[in-house]
């Protein structure tokens, strides 16, 4: 059996600029339109307003504290499994892990606190959205650190930790991703066998994964957000995982086992099932629609450019509520003055 966990990760490609998909790209598109463009292609702004363009820069960098939760909690995980992978964790090596984690996120709430929010630093761009939006944010980030230290409690203590360890044991074989230290190369899919799909820049990143033989696998994504418990459809994120492990491995969808699970934390409730040949032909048919989509914001649909209409052709949201949570409503509102 495979335990497998991964993560759709959007970023630059090494060696092109042509269009990227993401689950996380289509949900901004979806949500609204005007913040995909700012997410996306702030550049385009800089013709148009330094003062904004910056701005646009300063604010696509904003992590809530909440976002920053699952980002360390990843970490952490990360971190522990690592180590565990090679060597008995003993309490002193796992009070180190936590440690570590426990002081970047320390340095960096100090930093985000105390920082210079009336310019952009391309060196320094990490702060917290509530420091910039003027929030007291010293009690809920003593919580967040308290939620990611849980979180791999709660982890340790349930039948997951001794899954992994029996598969750490018994497994042909183990990978373990390091968040901290990215793997570009291996984390893009080769969609070079669809034609319609060749060109666009996908990538996914296994977190942990385990290979028993050539043809069964499990994967596992591991959650923080919000939990979806009451439906058993398997998520885009993890459709890809599997669609790349096919393409990879060069093998047919029918003579594959794939089984996959979401796991959320501290909850530890978790949905799963088998990959079907069904959600590999859907995911396919998900991807060439969304890169349609994604073309009908680009000058001339060149993917290859990938060179956004101008920010006038991105419409708000109607939505009040979206845009009251929305990091980007400052610009968006500054941005007016130029439409
Ligand atoms: S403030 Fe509202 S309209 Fe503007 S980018 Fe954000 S969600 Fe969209």
């Known amino acids: 059996m495979y335990f497998l966990s991964f993560f759709v990760v959007e970023m630059r490609n090494n060696y092109n600029h042509t269009l990227t998909w993401s689950t996380t790209r289509i949900t901004v598109l979806e949500y609204c339109n005007k913040k995909y463009y700012f997410n996306y292609y702030p550049h385009a702004l800089r013709s148009l ?37 090679k060597w008995l964790v003993d309490e002193a090596t796992l009070q180190t892990i936590k440690d570590r984690v426990l002081n970047e996120m320390k340095t960096e709430f100090e930093i985000s606190k105390t920082r210079d929010y009336t310019s952009y630093d391309r060196d320094r761009k990490f702060w917290l959205s509530e420091h910039y939006y ?9 919580e967040a650190m308290q ?12 039948e997951w930790l001794e899954k992994v ?3 750490f044991n018994t497994a042909k074989t183990v990978f373990v991703e390091n968040p901290r230290e990215k793997d570009f190369d291996g984390m893009k899919v080769n969609l070079y066998s669809i034609p319609a799909l060749k060109d666009v820049n996908v990538m996914a990143a296994p977190d942990f994964g385990v290979i028993f033989s050539d043809n069964k696998y499990l ?28 393409l990879k491995s060069r093998i047919d969808i029918d003579k594959v ?16 099932g ?32 990938n060179n956004p209409l101008p920010h ?25 003055n130029f439409e």
């Not at 959600?279 to 890169?291: G, N, W």
């Open 49 to 85: 307003n330094e003062e904004i363009w910056l701005k646009a820069l300063l604010l696509k960098n904003l992590k809530s504290i909440d976002m920053r939760v699952g980002e360390k909690t990843h970490h952490l995980l990360s971190d522990y499994l690592r180590a565990l992978k």
């Open 134 to 142: 003027g929030e007291n944010a010293d009690d809920k980030f003593q």
């Open 147 to 158: 939620k990611v230290l849980h979180n791999l409690d709660v982890f340790m203590q349930s």
């Open 165 to 167: 360890q029996h598969y």
């Open 219 to 246: 994967i596992i994504d591991r959650k923080t957000g919000q939990e979806k418990l009451d439906t058993d459809w398997v998520s885009d994120q993890l459709k890809i995982y599997a669609l790349k492990l096919i």
């Open 257 to 272: 086992d794939i089984e996959w699970y979401e796991v959320y934390l501290p909850s530890l409730h978790q949905r799963g």
């Open 274 to 305: 088998k990959i079907t040949k069904t959600d590999i032909d859907a995911i396919i048919e998900q991807l060439k629609e969304d890169v349609e989509f994604q073309k009908q914001f680009l000058v001339d649909g060149d993917i290859f450019k």
């Open 312 to 336: 006038g052709d991105f419409p708000r949201t109607k939505s009040e509520k979206k845009c009251a949570s929305c990091t980007f409503r400052k610009v968006c509102e500054e941005l007016k």
